[in-house]
């Protein structure tokens, strides 16, 4: 063999013993990575606990080391098909709650889907745990059924809008 043919033969070696070394330590990450994963086990939830006279001073405590929940979830109960018996008359089935669980109080606007610029409907503000009902709409509008949109406004202390939301709704006059 001449001096190149072995300085070929050696840098091959070389090669292939980088190469075999790197796959060697991947393999050992891969393999602490699992030992390391394998006695997790999944984090279970935490229910609710019903306060009583016993246990109210508990509660409280841990309450109060709870982990703060970021402002701006919302959680909707609501009809989504609002029936009037005339253009102006107040609705029977019609109503928006605010659920104790929501980090927000919220108002909402209601639009018609072809126009979304000028609301039919602007709501007081819900705090959380309330509940409108008997909703009226503040334009009246013709006998039929129409596409609406309502857009929620999740807001702060101070009625600044934190986040908004956008449902979809239908608005049926009957006379």
Not at 46 to 58: F, H, I, L, P
Not at 141 to 169: A, F, P, W
């Amino acid at each position: 063999m001449g001096k190149k043919s072995q300085a070929k033969a050696g840098m091959g070696g070389l090669i292939i013993g980088i190469v075999a070394a790197v796959i060697i330590i991947g393999l050992i990450g891969i393999i602490i990575y699992l030992l390391n994963s394998r006695g997790e086990e999944p984090e279970e939830k935490q229910r609710n606990v019903v306060v009583t006279s016993e246990n109210v001073e508990d509660i409280i405590a841990s309450m109060e080391l709870a982990e703060y929940v970021e402002p701006g979830y919302y959680s909707a109960s609501m009809t989504n098909q609002w029936h009037f018996s005339k253009g102006d008359a107040v609705s029977e089935d019609a109503f928006v709650e605010n659920l104790e669980e929501n980090t927000n109080d919220v108002y909402f606007d209601v639009f018609l889907a072809s126009d979304e610029t000028t609301p039919i409907l602007e709501s007081p503000v819900i705090p959380r745990g309330a509940k409108l009902d008997n909703i009226a709409l503040d334009t009246p509008l013709e006998k039929g059924t129409y596409d609406c949109v309502m857009v929620y406004h999740l807001v702060d202390e101070n009625q600044k809008t934190v986040s908004t939301l956008r449902v979809g709704i239908t608005v049926i006059v009957e006379n």
